[in-house]
């Protein structure tokens, strides 16, 4: 399974997470680990056990905010939410990020030298 | 990177990890649930649901460990992990962790009590205020003693005014003993030691009185009102550190001094100038109208202004010193002084410079047996822990995980043994500063300071990782599966091990080696010193200092006879005699010249000069080898009469007899009566000097001191209630002076060279038992591994004695091959150390023959044990065993 998923990149899960939170609003662990699966398309190798590392990392940084909650099915749930350093840290993330795709995109598009 | 934030949470996480684990464990819980419950509605069986949760959640414990880890402060966690691991094994181990905090207490302990000597005699600066200005000035040939050393006051005061560099001159009066002061008050007048100071010698240090005020400059003039300083320990015994003391009067003498100050408890007088002398309180030199009849007695001390460098002082110095005059009433007489400047530092512990260094580099190669032994112990232990390492590591530990907890064991081990080492140098060195006995400067203001516990944790530090390194590389490097099978049917352990341990061991034996060659070269030079024909017989010979001082000659005369008498009544006393300074204590010089040769300065040595009874030769054992002792009537006023020493003999009448010679002598002329042996006057290890013995009943010779010399078989003690009634009953306000053994004042003189044999023969005997600690422990080792192989042979019928002799044979090789080196490296080493030899060549053949003898002998004890348990194996119980 290993050659088919992608390993993410360092720093890439919790921009996910970020996002994730940006785009669905207050959700807990098990939701977004979910929600990137789905939105992947099962694409990338991710054990849903990390996604707390990165969450307890955003939440120390002061990026998402944590609260125990109850789910719609009345369970007991940590529900996490965006901050406003959060929003912003996510819009510098984003772009950087965008930047930096389009960079390797042009690059990996170049031409080789027998074709110019 | 750093999120200020972020880290207060981690540091706040850290604290909290309790709850946060409860925390996250909950959350996961939670996060299980809804996975097995959606699974569940995807018509899943309960079993496979939760089997494929748990899948897409990956290692749950892993899962938790990266929360710490993005959480918290890990290496932290580590750490007190580590820490806590460290002492449930080192607690399970009892009898090897004993044994490892005792080495390195001893290792450690040595070397912080060195380091405190060290740095307080030669880092520290001197305990006064910008002491790298503080110069002391003395003449250049320094061969007649104090005298040669010290200026006139006119000198001293001409060179204050004449000087641009400096910013202030003092001095102080080089010639007072202990006890000079009898302090009366209540009861018996109390011997006490005064010294007389420039009135700025204070202000120049820069030591402030603690209480009142410094000496004024009216106070230093003639005619003036007596005042005096105390020393604060003087204050606190004497006056139980009564602040109302100052403004208030004591007895010195019969005179009244008023107490204007009180010094602080850091000055201390002897610490810096006079090691081992305690002086209880200082009186104002009178510089003018009083001392410049007293010829050369003051000892310059000078503070540079700022910025001026010592070169430069010594150039002014080199062109005002020659011009400086000895007595301004007699302009004509020329000082013809010369000068050299030392920074005081130097001056107090420069000649010490190279025994601390030989004795700090001695407690260095101690620490490094330590670490050396320490580390052949560890790896002992590692190999025996080998599965219980393997068995983590297939549990999941990294081998940096490990060798981490491997190190952290050092650490811990060795911060024990540097604590324990800590409350032994603590000890040591407190018992260092109350020894009054050694002189060695500044050994009084030794103590454990800051600097000490800095350098206690660092080669605590240092310790740990140097003998904590080698058993962790090995575990490091060791192969997990071959870690899990070994210790299976005897296989022991590689080759590759022993021959490590084998190395340890060899360098272990070649740095006792080292220390005991060096530490033998300093003991034997030291036993040629105590062999030294000192000119006089110590034993059996005690002196006391008589309060007694009359001018008149005629009256001296009759008194001393007095004394004397009464004193060679005493039963017990064989006789008795009287000089006015003793040798190896205070002395004083003048000169002595043929008669009818001019004097030229400096063409003769100044000469040692002592005033004595007739019988004193007798009494502190001086040998005549010539000629007569003096009688009651060597009086004459015109024709005085001398005995010299047989180097004055042999240098102003060569190959003639000097019985009847005439000589000068303080302007006058005298007939020399006899010779006697040279004494050593100042220490054992110095040439003697030049020497002449006047009469005391002379009236052209004054004695500066009174000193009463017994003979007798009985202990001194026995005899000074005695001694002390006569004295008494002669003077009733005779002070209760000690009654000292000759033998002190010789025992004083070598105490520098006593007190470093003492500590680097320790240091060396320590070295030893280590060495051969090191080589019990490999060789013990070697034995129970090779237990079944011994016991396969002896069934083989190998007898016992060829065991033995095997065993044996292996401690000899590993201490021939350490001695080798050792003797190697000692032949080099000691000839840094050659001038701190007396009397002995660095590569003295006798003392390395002696030395390697006993290192070996030491070694093949340190063998015998295991090889006799070897010899005694069982060959069925062995290999019955495993």
Redesign the interface.
Known sequence: MGESKLDLLQGTLDLMVLQTLAAMGAL???GI??RIEQISGDEILL????I???L??L????WIGAEWGT?D?N????YYSLTEGGRKQLAKDAAYWLRLSNVMGRVLSMPKEAEL | ML?P??AM??IR?FFQKPQRDA??D???A??L???I??NRQRGLTPNEARRQALV?????E??KE??R???GLMSLDILLQDVKYSFRTLGRDRGFTFVAVLILALGIGANIAVFSVVNTLLLRPLPFNNSRQLVRIHQKNPKGGESSMTYSSDAMQEFQHQTRLFQQVTGYFAFSGPANVKLIGKGQPQPITGLLVAGNFFPTLGVEPILGRQFSTEECLKNSRPVTMLSYPFWKRQFGANPSIVGQTVDLDGTQYTVVGILPQTFDFGAVFSPGAKVDLFIPAILSGDMEDWGNTMALVGRLKPGVTLAQAQAEADTLFPRLHFDLKHPDWGGDYTAILVGLKDYVSGKLRQSLVVLWCAVGMILLIVCVNLSNLLLARAAARGKEFAMRTALGASRGRIVRQLLTESLVLSLAGALLGLLMAFAVVTWLAHQNSIALPLLANVRIDGAALAWTLLIAIATSVLFGLAPAYNVARDNLQAALKDGGLGAGEGRSHNRRRSILVISEVALACVLLVGAGLLLRSFLRVLDVDLGFEPSNAAAIRVDFYESDSVKRGVMLQRILQRIEQIPGVETAGISDNLPMSLNRSWNILPKGHPYRKGEFPDTFVYVVTPGYFNSIGMRLVKGRDFHWDDNDKTLGTVIVNETVAKYLWPGEDPIGRLATIAGGDARVIGVVADVHETNAETVAGWQMYLSATAPQYGPNGTYLVVRSKLPPASLASGVMGVLREINPDQSANEFRPIQMFVDHASSPRRFFVILVTAFAGLGLLLAALGIYGVISYSVTQRTQEIGIRMALGATMEQVWRDVLSKTLRLTLMGAAAGTAASLVISRTIAALLFNTTPTDPFTFAVMILLLGTVALMAGYLPARRASRINPMVALRNN
């Open positions: 807990h662990g098990y680990a979910r054990n849903q056990g990390t707390y590392a990165s307890v990392r939440q120390q940084r002061g789910s099915n369970r007991k749930a940590k | 999120n934030k972020e949470n981690r996480s925390d996250l909950a959350e996961i939670a996060h649930e809804m996975a419950e959606e897409r959640f990956g290692g749950v892993s899962a990266k929360h880890e993005a959480r």
